[in-house]
């Protein structure tokens, strides 16, 4: 049992399946409190009740879009007032849609940054001041690789992605003042059901079914970096690699890749 998590309350976003739900059963292996967002209520209680048989965890379920944003406020609320704490926010919610740009509806595009960018930034912004006023915390926003090297395809998707990562890292040098941790995870594709919407045709993931993360090796993985250092998590490493490659030669890589980048 990890002696950092025991007893501390933990908030997750998107957690009624994929990697939230599994970041969910790490965090109460390991004697963690849960405070689980979503929108889906009845995967939530399923996964409550779980949690509460296997590991007595004291668990709470919050319904919530976090597109909701007046409702945000509330929901963190009162979190604090059923926990008396909030320790760590993984803001996990988010979705993908694989088109070309040209393709890619106004409203799809809006739908993305709504719940990738803006969701994630009002969940932080309710967490931030109470982890500044206690001098401890730690914020983990789930980004992606595409965040870090974009591909055809996946325009606005990338987009959204880059932005969760500009704000990680402004947010992590302002609340490193105050003692409050801030994380990115960029992972590649991973085996959820995030591709039922993101590739409805299911090309993409014919693709690159080989290469899937496993949700929940991504989770244990995001689980053990709660209340250390970790800058980042980048899976898997020779994703990672090509992307570190695209930022020092992105000409090079577009002009070789191109035919590989279009197999969404």
Not at 213 to 238: G, Q
Request: aromatic share 10%; net charge positive.
């Amino acid at each position: 049992m990890n002696s950092r998590i025991k007893g501390k309350t933990i908030v997750i976003t998107g957690a009624s399946g994929g990697i939230g739900e599994q970041m969910a059963i790490k965090v109460a292996e390991n004697g963690g409190d849960l405070a689980l967002i979503a929108r889906r209520v009845h995967l939530l209680e399923a996964l409550k009740e779980k949690l509460i048989k296997e590991f007595n965890s004291k668990v709470e379920v919050y319904p919530l879009n976090v597109t909701d944003y007046d409702q945000i406020p509330h929901v963190f609320h009162t979190i604090l007032q059923d926990f008396g704490s909030i320790h760590a926010l993984i803001n996990n919610a988010g979705y993908g849609i694989f088109q070309e740009a040209h393709e890619t509806s106004f409203q799809d595009v809006k739908g993305m940054m709504d719940v990738n960018v803006l969701g994630l930034m009002a969940c932080t912004g309710e967490a931030l001041p109470y982890m500044r006023k206690q001098g401890s915390g730690h914020i983990i926003n789930i980004a992606s690789q595409a965040g870090k090297f974009a591909t055809p395809k996946s325009s606005a998707y990338s987009a959204s992605k880059h932005a969760v990562l500009g704000y990680t890292n402004s947010v992590r040098m302002e609340a490193k003042r105050y003692g409050v941790k801030v994380t990115a995870v960029n992972p590649g594709p991973i085996a959820t059901n995030f591709f039922s919407i993101a590739d409805e045709s299911g090309t993409y993931v014919k693709n690159v079914q080989k290469f899937m993360l496993d949700p929940a090796y991504v989770a244990e993985k995001v689980v053990n970096a709660l209340f250390t250092n970790k800058r980042e998590i980048n899976l898997p490493r020779w994703m990672n690699m090509g992307s570190r490659i695209y930022q020092l030669f992105p000409s090079f890589v577009e002009k070789v890749g191109n035919n590989l980048f279009f197999k969404k």
